[in-house]
């Protein structure tokens, strides 16, 4: 074992006013894997130096592997018969799977510093009992060699896709578990979600010369396999071809590889080299050609709206069972139609930002990955498609809204893995991930937000962020208190529900009677549209906010008193007569996720 001063997560990954309590393990990856095409079994060695810049003595270590969840009788294969609604990303029955059809990875000879360990096999989980602990500051060397097979069935990863694509590989290999602030992150593989420890990775992977590979990182050897590449083909001993990838600062690494891909390149902003791979089919090739310009302005829209993408290439490649996002590369389903195509590129190339960069806890915090990336994805797709959209947001918020009627609705906070329907977990990450932004937007401003949204890349990028984090960023950059506002709408299903009860006045003034019907606190803003005279917004703060919105309306802005939470109604009063009075709308920005609408507006009668 050897002390290694790579403190580098102390130093150049964390702000001054984090390195204090800010800390995050570092791992490096070398591979060496070959593949049997013809019987999709493959296998390779890992030596990983693994450096434990944590506070804590680690006696052993943990790793996933993922491909044993491929396998009748599985926790997954026992998830997804017992889950209350069906996971409809799952199109084939795991237990059917037959012995040469499964998913399945082993390891042999794990040594640390070339002493044999003492290991568990728990599925998706090794546990691995280390020769000498591992003090803070300290790195060591862990060798195995590992064999495995590639399931038919394509979820995420797999073999033999839907549309063609022969391998699709994504947590195909022994991943070393995060151990962080709260100890080691070793949760069995449902179908669900990622966490991985930032490092560097040299992949070098042989398989048949016919076959084209994408993969994360940097090709090293583009003049020896071609295809694409380099004008220059090799020549390989028994018709094989090794290729040999660099993939630096990244938590994971995938690749996927297919005899017929095209594959095509397209300049990117700021020199990233943009890589695109597809089956040639004569009914989508266009589309894919089409696609190659769109991706470069959704790269420039992303690095204008969160921060500069830092790596100098990104590859889109088809392959996988819909879209999924990796390092460097994704994998998506190709035969679509074009908007779909960009639709989906959209999305998870602002995965590249909000996981790749900004790594959260998928387990956990899913809606900080999913929700953040549909958000700005949608914004994208808006603009770079030019779809124009009224509110380009509508979708993810009646999602979410018909998630919080259904009853079936549990906390984000919730494990990824707990969810007791499919469809309320889906919801939750995406929809109502997207509006817990949309909705901040409401509540700051939305220049705060684009504002907050820049800062928590530039300060938290190549780290693993959590809510906490983007709060006190936002209320630094807004003046405003937010913590009540990712307690209720992360922590708890409350709602927001405010509705007109009465409208009464003289001749002098109109008193408002507002309702809070839901359990969740919000400001408000209330629109007043007059027979004669400009129109009005009425805003109504509120205590935890401990500050105020600026105007963003081009129209008179009356800021009133407070409105307690514990105070379930409110007198608002307009210095108007109620026959001066056309009509009024609480909310009419429609950012409010107000579970019930109808009793949001007042129309005078005549």
Known sequence: MKTIARLILLISFCPSAYAQNYWQQAVDYKMEVEMNVGTFR???????????????????????????????????????????????????????????????????????????????????????????????GESTRLTLDFDGQVPKMVRRSGRESSEGVSLSMAQWYPKIAEYDYEGWNAE?????????????????????????????????????????????????KKGKLKWHFLAPKVHDFTWSADPDYIHDTYK?????????????????????KNLQPKTAELMRF?????????????????????????????????????????????????????????????????????????????????????????????????????LARSGKEQPQQTNANRYDYNLAYEISAYSKGAVCLSQLGYIIGEDKLAKTLKEYYRLHKFQHPVPNDFRRIAERVSGIQLKWYLTDWTQTTNTIDYGIKSVEGDDSKTVVKIERIGSMPMPLEILINFKNGPSEIHYIPIPLMRGE??????????????????????????????????????????????????????FNQP
């Open 549 to 602: 919105k600026e105007n963003p309306y081009s129209m008179k802005w009356e800021v009133h008193k407070d409105w307690p939470w514990a105070r379930p109604q409110y007198e608002l009063i307009i210095n108007h007569p109620k026959s001066e009075i056309v009509d009024l709308f609480i909310d009419p920005s429609y950012y409010m996720a107000d579970v019930n609408r109808d009793n949001n507006t007042y």
């Open 302 to 402: 992303f690095n204008q709206t969160i921060g500069e993408y830092p790596y100098r290439q990104y590859t889109v490649a088809q392959g996988g069972d819909g879209g999924m996002e990796y390092a460097m590369l994704t994998l998506i389903t190709g035969n679509r139609s074009f908007e779909s195509l960009v639709g989906v590129t959209a999305h998870e190339l602002a995965h590249s930002w909000f996981q790749h960069v900004l790594a959260t806890n998928e387990m956990k915090y899913e809606w900080m990955d999913e929700g953040f990336t549909t958000y700005i994805s949608t914004l994208a797709e808006d603009k770079i498609l030019n779809q124009n959209e009224f509110f380009p947001l509508q979708r993810s918020y009646d999602s979410y809204i018909y």
């Open 188 to 236: 069995p593989y449902l179908g669900r979600e990622f966490h991985g420890v930032w490092g560097d990775f040299d992949v070098t992977l042989t398989l048949d010369k016919d076959y084209t590979v994408a993969a994360s990182g940097y090709l090293q050897n583009p003049d020896r396999v071609g295809h694409g590449y380099s004008e220059k083909k090799g020549k390989a």
């Open 268 to 288: 990117g902003p700021n020199d990233v080299l943009l890589h695109f791979f597809y089956k040639d089919n004569p009914k989508y090739n266009e589309n894919w």
């Open 42 to 136: 493959y296998s390779g060695n890992q030596e990983l130096v693994y450096t434990n810049n944590s506070p804590d003595s680690l006696k052993k270590v943990f790793y996933h592997l993922y491909f044993n969840a491929f396998q009748p009788g599985s926790e997954m294969a026992v998830r997804i018969k017992t889950g209350k609604d069906k996971n409809t990303r799952f199109r084939v029955d795991i237990d059917s799977l037959e012995s040469d059809e499964i998913g399945y990875l082993k390891v042999s000879n794990l040594k640390q510093e070339g002493r044999s360990l003492n290991y568990e096999v728990s599925e998706t989980i090794l546990e691995v009992l280390l020769d000498q602990p591992l003090g803070p």
